[in-house]
């Protein structure tokens, strides 16, 4: 794969150690801008922990990680956030006793919310009402903004998690297993959301084990396997490559 | 004398109101288990009362007390703050030991064990707050204006983030909260506020040692924002109106005092069950007590 347009977010050779587990090992990988990229392996291959790295959740044990061309390995977590980074979770993490709208408010950076504010603004008096609603009715949730996140399904809370995501300044959108444990139906409503992302020129990089879904997505797939790069290509490429099957399947 | 025993009621409710109101800022909004909200209802009282004595004016003590522990309560934020739920409480508990052990030890400066007696009266501009009466309406004053500004911080949008941090801190980080800093300044103003209640304290009483400010105070107020529920300075005021209320009658009944003091034990355990069992947000709370 060559570089022939800007990479927006590149590792270089990140190992990160958790005892005597190498769950990254010089690991390296770039993601072009403008495209939908599928981060797949087998269990245990890295997957999200290069997610955490990124994110800076966690730090590296070596190596760079470079986004907008800054290094942010060494940045703590919010920064890297405000600098445009956004991400959902394996695991739904929304604010359970929260509304969806308090839950979308977070996201949003506005200086009201510092400390010295306190006494000139009230959590009532929602500014963002506007842009909340459309990213409501984007991801498709009909339920009132005013609902507490745990009375939601849980594939309705995978859906605010990801207006939650879409409400930030980002240039890069990372989403850990989008579909896990939601029905068919929404499964499908993800993949022409995350297809109008792409036209509106938003970078996406998703953990995905639904083969189908990633395949039919991506515009290039990068294959982990035991921390490190196993390939990188278009998905069709992918899918034919034995070195591929033997890391899911064993040779 | 009955008129005078109600009022020393009300005095000793409003200054616990404050603490447990800022409590629950602390715990039920930002979600940090601090067992450690005695200190610096302490490190309050005993500022505020040495201040005092050596000649500052009251409301300049009363202020830097509760600016000495809102600054400690800043400081504690930084060693702990990568702990959460048990581990955070016996950090935070662990802190008030070793301000009680100062308290103890620093004779020079607190007079150790033997305390501090001879506090006097607020005097505000001239206006001395001496009588009975008078200590209640201002302890009134300085509690409906702490519960004012408490919950004007909860309403404000800072207060959002403060749930956000209880609720799910990673999340918060990856969309951009600074999680650091807004514990640490959910601590401060629950600190600063502790250190309010320990100047009301002090001045009321008139006296203060090591043991005014030990474990068994924090037990009592965890009673009392249980009882109240999580997140709500409403249920921590009346939380409060009904811990140190409920187990007066006992005084009336003619029981010895050997029989009283643990009778109220009895009596805030059994409440304790009673709430977990049939109410476990408490009477007015909307977070479930280690929810997270």
Not at chain 1, 31 to 54: D, E, H, V
Not at chain 2, 30 to 50: E, K, P, Q, R, W
Not at chain 2, 82 to 93: E, H, I, K, S, V
Request: glycine share 8%.
């Amino acid at each position: 794969m060559e570089k022939d347009i800007a990479p927006i977010l590149e590792l270089q050779d990140v190992s990160k150690n958790f005892g005597g587990i190498k769950a990254l090992d010089k690991c390296s990988f770039y993601i072009k801008k403008g495209m939908i990229t599928g981060l797949i392996g087998p269990n245990g291959a890295g997957k999200t922990t290069a997610f955490n790295i990124i994110t800076g959740l966690l730090k590296v044990d070596e190596g760079k990680v470079l986004f907008l061309g800054k290094d942010i390995s060494r940045m703590p977590t919010y920064l890297v956030a405000r600098i445009g980074l956004a991400r959902t979770f394996q695991q739904v993490r929304l604010f359970d006793n929260l509304s969806i709208e308090e839950n979308l408010l977070v996201a949003i950076n506005h200086p009201g919310e510092k400390f010295h504010k306190c006494f000139f603004y009230t959590r009532k008096s929602n500014s963002f009402k506007k842009k909340i609603e459309e990213a409501l009715a984007f991801v498709g949730l009909n339920k009132s903004m005013t609902t507490i996140a745990s009375e939601l399904s849980y594939g309705q809370k995978r859906l605010v998690e990801l207006a939650r995501a879409l409400m930030m300044d980002y240039s890069l959108l990372l989403l850990d297993e989008p579909t896990a444990g939601v029905n068919p139906a929404v499964r499908e409503k993800l993949k022409s959301l995350l297809r109008k992302l792409k036209k509106q020129g938003k970078t996406i990089l998703l953990i995905e084990h639904d083969m189908d879904f990633v395949m039919s997505l991506s515009d290039e797939v990068i294959v982990l396997s035991s921390g490190t790069k196993l390939m990188a290509d278009k998905p069709e490429k992918v899918m034919k490559d034995k070195r591929v099957l033997e890391a899911y399947l064993g040779k | 004398m009955f008129e005078a025993y109600l009022i020393h009621l009300a005095i000793l409710i409003c200054i616990y109101a404050v603490l447990a109101i800022s409590l629950d800022l602390a715990m039920g909004y930002t979600g940090l288990m601090n067992m450690g909200h005695v200190a610096f209802f302490g490190i309050g009282a005993y500022t505020s009362a040495l201040l005092n004595m050596a000649g500052v004016p009251f409301i300049v003590s009363m202020l830097a007390g509760a600016l000495l522990a809102g600054i400690f309560g800043f400081i504690l934020s930084w060693p702990t703050s990568r702990l959460r739920g048990d581990y955070l409480a016996l950090a935070t508990l662990g802190f008030s030991f070793i301000i009680e052990s100062f308290m103890k030890n620093w004779t020079s400066l607190t007079r150790g064990p033997l305390g501090i007696p001879g506090i006097p009266r607020p005097n505000i501009f001239g206006l001395v707050i001496s009588s009975q009466l008078s200590y209640m309406i201002f302890s009134l004053i300085v509690m409906v204006v702490c519960f004012f500004i408490i919950t004007r911080i909860e309403k404000s949008p800072f207060g959002r983030l403060l749930e956000a941090v209880r609720d799910d801190e990673v999340a918060a980080k990856t969309l951009g909260e600074n999680v650091r800093h807004i514990k640490s300044m959910g601590l401060l103003v629950s600190a600063f506020f502790a250190g309010i209640a320990g100047s009301l304290y002090a001045h009321y009483i008139s006296f203060i040692d090591p043991t005014t400010f030990s474990i068994l105070e924090v037990i009592l107020l965890f009673s009392i924002i249980i009882v109240g529920g999580l997140g709500s300075s409403k249920g921590a005021l009346i939380g409060t109106i009904i811990i140190l209320l409920i187990p007066e009658p006992l005084r009336f009944i003619g029981f010895p005092s050997s029989i009283v003091g643990p009778a109220r034990q009895i009596i805030y355990a059994l409440l304790l069950l009673l709430i977990i069992y049939f109410k476990p947000k408490g009477l007015f709370g909307r977070v479930k007590l280690g929810e997270n």
